[in-house]
């Protein structure tokens, strides 16, 4: 049995996620939300998606807190005018 305490390679212990960038500034607006729901629905959980854009994109937010409901951690990184960053987690 292995000690968590001791051991370097613990399963047990928790890796860091993955993230992947996402700017919607490149993407069509016509566009946009097909392309960020597709790829959050790839995201395996514990994986997140650094989502870049130049407004604050709250009428998407609240769709995808409809759609995920929990499944979906929802954290701005920045809030300037013109660059928004948030970041969506998969839970575990």
């Known amino acids: 049995m292995s000690d968590c305490s001791t051991s370097s390679d613990c399963s047990c212990a928790t890796a860091p996620s993955t993230v992947y960038g996402f700017d919607a500034r490149g993407v069509a607006?016509?566009?946009r939300?097909?392309?960020?729901f597709g790829a959050l629905d790839s995201l395996l959980p514990g994986e997140t998606m650094r989502f870049l854009n130049d407004?604050?994109?709250l009428p998407l937010l609240a769709q995808l807190r409809e759609y995920f409901g929990s499944r979906l951690d929802i954290a701005y990184v920045a809030r300037d005018p013109g660059a928004i960053v948030i970041d969506f987690t998969i839970a575990h």
């Open 29 to 31: 607006r016509r566009f």
């Open 55 to 57: 407004h604050d994109p």
């Open 33 to 36: 939300h097909a392309a960020i």
